[in-house]
DNA sequence: ATCCTCCCCTAC
DNA sequence: TAAGGTAGGGGAGGAT
């Protein structure tokens, strides 16, 4: 099925899908760079090739270097009779099928015959205690958590929930594209259009009603969507019970350090508000999360994500554990996810719609959405159900899924009617029956009100609309807020203004990880939050914003709870702290939300083994504007040119070096009331400068200040604090100072004050034009440039110049064709990928051209060096 | 009044 | 084993 697919088709081409392939694809392509410029330090492995299948420990990519150093060999696919062992820490039991009949060892195996400086039995290595036909794992190999690096992409690449969110992200931001397009055929128009005529069907009650149309809305929303799709593929499975989860069955394993009754308890007491001093009080029994009943020690503990019609009838829910469900229902069926075909049913949907109908969509998540039917009802002069019925068919036909849809006048009215529509129908909820209709809807169903606030509303006697539109304003106000009042007492009665919305402009973005995380120590902790801090800057990226609230967000077990977590590497229960810190200047900077991050983990001062959970959000977006025009001018006055800096410079990284630089840098920038004369020397030249070449080249020796001051201010724990310690408050970019949140400025700035020098310093500057050759200046380039740099340079470069220049074309390729020659892959890729990002994200034909153009450049030399491509993006 | 921080709640 | 994310709305209470 997946190969018949159509390469070339809008899918493929639409970026945000591609995340998990290009992880993928970078992987492969590191090992391919690693694969040269080894050198046999042994024999120990000679006549071994081995097939390293999944995720290992150490990975794949140091038994590769291990293989290739000690005389092995490594296959990068399995190739039975070629391969003479698969490596493997775990084997699914469908792959078990297929491979039991080879070696397959555990990657000890390896790692110890290297220690050993010989060849050991593999036979005391075997992934299986027997043959047979269930895998018999040993279980006590170290498990994967958060300290592995591999843990994040891994994890994302398993989230059902991440998985929905960024599907919900992506389609908004879909929904946003495509409007953009002057679109004015609609070919689904004209399909329904025949269709009524053919079938006759056309009442004449919508032949009146189209001179007073009102507003007509529809609700979508697919049927069990992950269950629906997972069925396609499974038609042997419809009828039945059947639920889609990461578990296989009922089983799981009895670790040590768990204790999940008493894991339990602590959830029901928190959840029904125990407090051992209120005895006064009636104790307000709150519903207790049922999620845990009925689970034994040795109970899955995986969660049912969709369950079908068939299930549900039987007591199964989304979101129940396995352990639980199955003792409901004994013959309910499991069946895994399948991610990639979410994706696709689901932009099948939307682009359906979409070319087809009307762009006035708003995109809820991946399998709902509303649409403003007004339009196709005017042009059509359909009826709404007969609009309905033709849109569920030509969608089922699309994507061999079912949907419910619900019509009606405003959103609230919609969605209650799917509701009512559910599975596999629809409902059109007229005006003249609304308040009937509403009467009797239950609380929970109204959007908006979850166990909570339901739960409230319960003790207070209420389980339907109509009982809730009993409660006056005041009251309803008074017991839940202004707004919340407001919305209850509208709602309750089928009332709902909200607008559909079609501009998609998010105002936060965050990533948090509260499963796996397992630390045992700082660092680990550390490497951890900063691949989250890249995470977030990839993704302000992608919507080309920055932020200037930082809130970190941990969960810490409670002192309670057990060592180990009832759900393996699970959170647990926990205590849950956030903390937030304002920049006087929004960023999408890494390395600059780490500093604040790790500042403010600094100050809790947790203990980094209880970690449970951790997550980084960023507030109050704005657009990265493109600040002025002629901004690379302003760019220019930032910086200053010295080629005897370069020299410094080119000698790296030296903590005396950096020091220097700074010195230097700053005294140059400082502000001109200080040193008058450094200003001046800034000088006109710059304003000459034609090309980025040589903004790249004055801009580094602030770059590197900014790096350098940026280790300082992490105060407390960093060693090379000391070293550092003769900094000037002069010398640290006051741009950095800027960006960094008051508390931590002031302190910085107190202790570099404190440094402050009796006369300043000062420095020499050459202003002589640089007259040299490209391949000159490249090379010149190269040395003094930093890979971050240069990345953060691409991106300046992009946003704000309106065509580039063919000479900063050549810069870039050459100074990522200078990285390939020096094997430093991993750092072109990044730039590369920065590149295509922020080219895609304008959108221009040239700017396209120009990433094409050093993309042939970087081939060339890649298939001259490694005589392969590199794996990126080729289209946009 | 309005904003900010630290929550909590809800939805998919 | 298991993959407990993410964005938005809003309230309480204090600072401005």
């Known amino acids: 099925m997946k190969r018949n697919r159509n390469e070339t088709n809008g899918y493929e081409q639409w970026g945000g899908y591609m995340e998990a392939k290009k992880i993928k694809l970078e992987k492969q392509f590191i090992e391919k760079a690693t694969s040269d410029g080894n050198n046999v330090k042994s024999q120990i492995f000679k006549g071994i090739s081995i097939f390293i299948n999944g995720y290992t420990m150490p990975s794949s990519d140091k038994l590769k270097h291990i293989m290739m150093e000690n005389g092995g060999v490594y296959h990068h696919y399995h190739r039975p009779g070629l391969t003479t062992h698969i490596i493997a820490s775990n084997l699914p039991t469908a792959k078990f099928k297929l491979l039991k009949q080879y070696k397959i060892v555990k990657p000890e ?43 994040l992409s891994e994890f994302y690449n398993n989230s059902r929930l991440h998985l929905i969110s960024t599907m919900a992200t992506t389609f908004k931001q879909l929904v946003n594209n495509t409007r953009k397009k002057n679109q004015t055929d609609y070919p689904g128009r004209r399909r329904l259009k025949k269709w009524i005529e053919q079938n006759e069907v056309k009442d004449i009650l919508s032949q009146d009603t189209e ?179 033709f849109l569920r068919k030509e969608i089922k036909e699309k994507t061999q899924c079912p949907c419910s849809t619900g019509l009606g006048s405003n959103c609230l009215l919609a969605r209650l009617a799917t509701k009512k529509a559910k599975p596999n129908g629809q409902f059109y909820l007229e005006s003249d029956v609304i308040i009937d209709f509403m009467k009797n809807i239950n609380i929970f169903d109204v959007p908006g009100i979850g166990r909570t606030l339901g739960h409230k509303l319960s003790t207070l006697g209420i389980s339907t609309c109509g009982e809730l539109s009993g409660l006056s304003l005041q009251t309803l106000q008074s017991e839940f807020g202004n707004k919340i009042g407001v919305s209850l007492y509208k709602h309750c009665r089928g009332e709902d203004n909200r607008k559909l919305n079609y501009d998609y402009k998010p105002k936060s973005v965050s990533a948090e990880v509260n499963y796996g995380i397992r630390f045992q120590n700082k660092e680990n902790a550390d490497n951890f939050v900063r691949q989250l801090c890249n995470e977030i800057e990839k993704r302000l990226d992608d919507v080309d914003m920055i932020g200037k609230t930082i809130t970190l967000k941990l969960m810490i077990r409670n002192s309670e709870a057990p060592k180990e977590s009832a759900k393996f590497l699970g959170h647990g229960f926990c205590d849950h702290i956030t903390k937030s810190s304002s920049l006087s200047k929004s960023t999408s900077s890494s390395t600059l939300i780490f500093q604040v991050v790790n500042k403010i983990m600094n100050q809790l001062d947790i203990d980094p083994t209880e970690l449970r959970g951790i997550g980084i959000q960023v507030n109050k977006l704005e657009n990265r504007t493109l600040k002025k025009t002629g901004c690379i001018k302003n760019f220019l006055s930032n910086m200053k040119s010295d080629s005897k800096q370069h020299q410094n410079l080119s000698n790296k990284n030296t903590d005396k070096q950096l020091l220097r630089s700074i010195t230097e840098s700053k005294s140059q920038q400082s502000s001109s009331a200080k040193n008058p004369h450094n200003t001046a020397l800034i000088s006109t030249e710059y304003n000459k400068s034609e090309s980025i070449v040589d903004v790249v080249l004055h801009k580094s020796e602030n770059y590197n200040s900014k790096r350098q001051s940026t280790i300082t201010q992490s105060a407390s724990n960093i060693s090379s604090h000391q070293s550092l310690i003769n900094i000037k408050m002069s010398q640290v970019d006051p741009t950095f100072l800027d960006a960094l949140p008051a508390d931590l400025r002031q302190e910085i700035e107190n202790e570099l004050k404190a440094n402050e020098p009796q006369t300043p310093l000062t420095i020499e500057h050459n202003t002589a034009t640089m007259k040299i050759s490209m391949t000159e200046e490249s090379s010149k380039l190269y040395q003094h440039v930093h890979v971050d740099q240069m990345k953060e340079f691409v991106e300046e470069w992009v946003a704000t110049e309106n065509e580039p220049k063919l000479c900063d074309n050549l810069m870039v390729s050459e100074y990522l064709c200078n990285l390939i020659k020096d094997k430093k892959i991993e750092d072109a890729y990044e730039i590369i990928r920065k590149l295509y990002r922020v080219i895609k994200n304008k959108n221009n034909l040239t700017w396209k051209q120009s990433y094409f153009f050093i993309m042939k450049n970087v081939q060339d030399i890649m298939l001259n060096v490694y005589n392969a491509k590199m794996k990126v993006e080729s289209s946009f």
């Open 109 to 151: 195996w390896i790692s110890d015959s290297l220690k050993e400086q010989r060849l050991l039995d593999y036979r005391n290595y075997l992934l299986f205690i027997d043959k047979s036909d269930q895998p018999k794992i040993d279980f006590s190999i170290r498990a994967k958590n958060a300290s592995e690096p591999t843990f």
């Open 211 to 389: 001179f007073h149309i009102k507003k007509i809305i529809m609700h979508i929303d697919m049927d069990c969507f992950f269950v629906s799709v997972g069925l396609v593929e499974r038609p042997d499975l419809c009828g039945l019970p059947v639920a889609v989860t990461h578990a296989k069955g009922n089983s799981s394993m009895k670790r040590e350090g768990v204790d999940r009754e008493a894991e339990f308890g602590l959830y029901v007491k928190r959840w029904r508000g125990d407090d051992e001093n209120d005895n006064e009080t009636v104790q307000e029994i709150r519903p207790q999360s049922t999620k845990r009943d009925m689970i034994d020690e040795k109970d899955s503990m995986a969660e049912i994500a969709c369950c079908s019609y068939e299930a549900r009838k039987l007591g199964i829910k989304n979101g129940m554990l396995v352990g639980q469900a199955l003792k409901i229902c004994p013959i309910l069926k499991l069946i895994p996810y399948n991610f990639e075909q979410y994706k696709k049913v689901a932009y099948t949907l939307y682009t359906h719609i979409m070319n087809d109908y009307t762009l006035d969509v708003e995109a809820v998540s991946c399998d709902e959405l509303y649409l403003d039917c007004t339009q196709i009802l005017e042009t059509t002069k359909a009826s709404p159900l007969e609009l309905a019925t």
